[in-house]
């Protein structure tokens, strides 16, 4: 039990990675708060963690863009748990669309939720933890396309990179306060987008599994237990990284 007694609010916790970084950190001992714009996933989620975890768990509807749904979904987690130690910036969407004439709805639509929506969570849950000054552990999800480029990617590449350099800079602002800020970067993680972007043949699986040197697809329990690492004392003198998981996608030079 290595997060036990913690409390965790979780981003885009009602389905995908973050629906098993929650679990995950239910199941080691962590009180979770799940937000999602969706309340069916949440009420699923919500269920889980109640079905087969001793943790107590805690949903909030919003939408990870919009300040003032920021505010009220971690005052919702405060409330229900009195603080937050852990937060999780899980939420995010891709858009797969060539630069020359991408549209610039879509274009800010991503940067709106991949990058504002994770600066508004850690602006708004890192201001409570140096109030309260107990410290705090915060693990930003980012992706491969952070450190070298994907075809037709440049908004999701955008936003997941300013991610990344975003938790470089709030390590370096609130590690006097004992907060930890780091990324996980993952690679191909089997869920709904990746599953979508391979039906609509936008993601050819066997071209992408012959350049993965574990050789196969990441799963969300890959991701998981490397959040928890995150989030547990054992990555105390870590801050300000970004940790790749992506079965050796991008050391791969040899293709
Ligand atoms: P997913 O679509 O299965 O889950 C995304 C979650 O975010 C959902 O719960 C959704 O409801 C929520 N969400 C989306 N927009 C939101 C908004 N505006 N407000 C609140 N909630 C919102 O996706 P996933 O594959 O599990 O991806 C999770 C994260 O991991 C994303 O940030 C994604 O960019 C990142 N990632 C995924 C992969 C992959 O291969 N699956 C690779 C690298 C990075």
Known sequence: MRLQGKVALVTGGGRGIGA????RMASEGANVCVVSRTDSELQAQAAWIREHTAAAVAVAV???SNPQDVERTVAEAIAHFGHVDILVNCAGISVAHASVDLPFERWKQCLNVNLDGTFLYCQA?????IERGQGGKII????LV?????P???AYAASKGGVKQLTQ????EWAKYNIQVNSISPGFIMTEIVRDYIARGIHKPEKMVARIPAGRMGEVDDIAGPAVFLASPDSD???????LVDGGFLANGYV
């Open 140 to 143: 930003n999800i980012t992706s």
């Open 152 to 154: 037709e990617r440049a």
């Open 169 to 172: 800079n709030l390590a370096l």
């Open 125 to 129: 849950v890192g201001r409570r933890m």
């Open 237 to 243: 003198y870590i801050t300000g990284t970004t940790l």
């Open 20 to 23: 098993a970084i929650a679990r």
């Open 146 to 150: 952070a450190h070298a480029a994907i």
């Open 62 to 64: 919003g939408d990870v």
